[in-house]
């Protein structure tokens, strides 16, 4: 199983990143998928999560109304699209799965990508 995510970047405060997690080896379509990050010198943090089937949707406060999950299970690709960026939000940002009902809980997860970095400076 990899994930790969991408689409990171530099982007000024107020901009817009669309993050993109293409699996391969797991038919995502039966699984949940969390997005997480890691800024430089804190822990792991959840993000959002999209679950299979009726893709309901979870957002932590800090970037709900900022921040849209979504997937298309045709392309076996989940994605993030991240506006009104703030400096707050530059970390690594990851994707997991393998697990079929969604959780912020990151140690329920047990596929992981490699990670894209997203820098909101000026």
């Known amino acids: 199983v990899q994930l790969q995510a991408s689409g990171g970047g530099l982007v000024q405060p107020g901009g817009s990143l669309r993050l993109s997690c293409e699996a391969s080896?797991?038919?995502?379509?039966?699984?949940?998928v969390g997005w997480f990050r890691q800024a430089p010198g804190k822990e792991r943090e959840g993000v959002s999560t999209?679950?299979?089937?009726?893709?309901?949707?979870y957002y932590v406060p800090s970037v709900k109304g900022r921040f849209t999950v979504s997937r298309d299970d045709a392309k076996n690709t989940v994605y993030l699209q991240m506006n009104s960026l703030k400096p707050e939000d530059t970390a690594v940002y990851y994707c997991?799965?393998?697990?079929?009902?969604?959780?912020?809980?990151?140690?329920?997860?047990?596929?992981w990508g490699q990670g894209t970095l997203v820098t909101v400076s000026s």
């Open positions: 997991a799965t393998g697990i079929t009902i969604a959780t912020i809980n990151p140690h329920e997860y047990d596929y």
């Open positions: 080896g797991v038919n995502l379509e039966y699984y949940a």
């Open positions: 999209i679950n299979s089937g009726d893709h309901s949707t």
